[in-house]
């Protein structure tokens, strides 16, 4: 009995896309693979058929140019910044067409202005990247837009991109492969990614330590940190102290560096967003806070890492 064909997704890069949001998807798609092989076949697709500028300003080589694409099972608009200035009569065609042809539609990010602007939104629900919501809602009044991490409308799935395309990328996985896949993607993607190692005895260390790891992209501040362990934030460092030898801060940094360390080694995401999704707001403090923990910089880190080849095209010029 011949093998069930793959399911074609196909990825329409829009000029300013987050090369995150492609990392996501992209990684997820292909950790897929490792629990069935040739289930997913992802291709990316431009107007012209050239590279596309993404917002880190790297160039991303695609597969084909639309009008040699074909019909895809689906089709997905991936776009970021100023999504307006780029809005190719191409491109929206192609929707159009895949749209027709009975694939399931996708926005990611402000994608999702790509399929309004198709006119496949009308009377449908929707979300996107929330700097965009008021102006989508005023230009598209017959769409509801929502908030929403992720939001099914019959065919058209979409998301508000960010982190939050993890979501999107699971509940595509569960929607062609089963929601028993898309769990076993999860645990292997990022389950126990954030955790702490090690057992705390004292049960308010080991509270505190569980409300660092939960904020890792948005740290809170130590009272914050110690009102949710029940204590002051006097007694919260004493405590550590005694347990750990560590302040509070410096062990709330160290997650938020190993947290990094993994991404940097196992991932391709740029590096610049490693360090925002790690919770620091300046590069030069990231570069220098992973060289005093690790003795290398994340550049080569990364570089050294066995996931070198792949990770290499991403990696931001920031210190190494």
């Not at 929330?130 to 017959?142: G, K, V």
């Not at 929403?148 to 508000?160: H, K, Q």
């Not at 062609?176 to 954030?194: K, Q, S, T, Y």
Request: with cysteine.
């Amino acid at each position: 009995m011949p093998s069930p064909r793959p399911t074609v997704i196909g990825v329409v890069l829009i000029p300013e896309f987050s090369q995150l949001v492609l990392t996501l998807l992209t990684e997820l798609l292909r950790i897929s693979q490792l629990r069935k092989p040739d289930m997913f076949r992802t291709r990316l697709f431009s107007a012209d058929g050239q590279p596309v500028l993404a917002s880190n300003r790297k160039a991303q080589p695609v597969d084909a140019a639309l009008h040699d694409a074909g019909t895809v099972d689906v089709a997905v608009a991936c776009a970021s910044y100023r999504p307006f200035s780029h809005l190719d009569p191409k491109v929206l065609n192609w929707l159009r067409v895949q749209e027709r042809h009975r694939a399931r539609i996708c926005g990611v990010d402000t994608g999702t202005i790509a399929l309004a602007e198709a006119g496949l939104l009308r009377g449908r629900r929707a979300t996107l990247h929330w700097d965009d919501l008021a102006l989508a809602r005023s230009r598209y009044p017959e769409t509801e837009f929502t908030s929403a991490l992720v939001e099914r409308d019959g065919r058209f799935i979409t998301s508000p991109g960010s982190l939050g395309t993890t979501d999107f990328a699971l509940d595509l996985i569960a929607t062609i492969a089963g929601r028993d896949m898309a769990d076993n993607v999860l645990d292997l993607a990022i389950h126990d990614r954030n955790q702490p190692q090690g057992k705390f005895a004292d049960p308010v260390v080991a509270s505190a330590v569980e409300a660092m790891a939960a904020n890792i992209e948005f740290p809170l501040s130590l009272s914050q940190v110690a009102g949710r362990a029940g204590v002051s934030v006097r007694h919260l460092s004493r405590l550590f102290r005694a347990e750990t030898g560590q302040s509070p801060a410096a062990c709330y940094l160290g997650l938020r560096l190993d947290h990094a360390s993994d991404l940097v080694q196992r991932t391709r995401f740029p590096l610049s967003e490693i360090a925002f999704a790690c919770g620091f707001q300046s590069l030069s403090w990231f570069s220098r806070s992973f060289k005093a923990r690790f003795g290398t910089g994340p550049r080569a880190m990364r570089q050294s890492a066995p996931t070198s080849k792949s990770a290499a095209g991403n990696t931001d010029a920031i210190p190494t």
